[in-house]
């Protein structure tokens, strides 16, 4: 965002969080120009861009019996109940939105994988983290409706993928 703000100073910008079950649906109806998703999402109608992929780590109740492990393979986790944004699988909890993750971890309703990020950013202390290094990775993607013709749009897509290079790894 700021990265386009200085190169177009005259073009107002604001920021929207969008969660993952509004994600394409705020695209496609015009509500946002673009969004930063991650996956899954349905493609169809959408223009893909790949910024980078992350990591992921389980995200435990700090007393859980995998809590304070270095690492964990997918195997560890197999039969823990799984929280699940979309299309739960049988046994897994459907939930909204990231704080719903946070309190039905706690309260030790299930287990779930987060991106790296998730673990830097929110701390909790009835939540640790795990490092999962056999699990898909987490791509992160900005995402525009395909048929939009907007020199604003290839601007700001231009711009994307240098917003944080420290972070970018080819998924």
């Known amino acids: 965002m700021r990265a386009f703000g200085a ?4 073009v ?3 920021a ?4 993952w ?3 394409e649906r705020l695209i496609l109806d015009g509500t946002v120009d673009l969004a930063y998703v991650r996956r899954p999402i349905r493609e169809q109608g959408l223009t893909l861009l790949a910024l980078f992929s992350e990591a992921r780590v ?3 109740p700090a007393d859980h019996r995998l809590a304070g492990k270095p690492e964990l393979a997918l195997a560890d986790l197999a039969d823990e109940p799984r929280l699940r944004y979309a299309d739960p699988r049988p046994g897994e909890l459907p939930i909204r939105t990231i704080e719903e993750k946070f309190e039905s971890v706690a309260s030790g309703a299930g287990i779930t994988l987060v991106p790296e990020s998730v673990a830097e950013q929110y701390s909790r202390p009835d939540i640790t983290y795990v490092p999962v290094p056999d699990a ?3 791509e992160v993607l900005l995402a525009w409706e395909a ?5 604003l749009i ?3 897509a231009r711009l994307a993928p240098l917003a944080d290079p420290a972070r970018a790894e080819e998924p």
Not at 7 to 10: C, E, G, Q, R, W
Not at 16 to 19: H, P, T
Not at 147 to 151: K, V
């Open 21 to 23: 079950d509004d994600q």
């Open 136 to 138: 898909e990775r987490d």
């Open 12 to 14: 107002e910008a604001l």
């Open 7 to 10: 190169a177009h100073p005259d």
């Open 154 to 156: 290839t601007a700001f």
């Open 16 to 19: 929207r969080r969008v969660e």
């Open 147 to 151: 048929s939009r013709r907007s020199p």
């Open 58 to 60: 389980a995200m435990l």
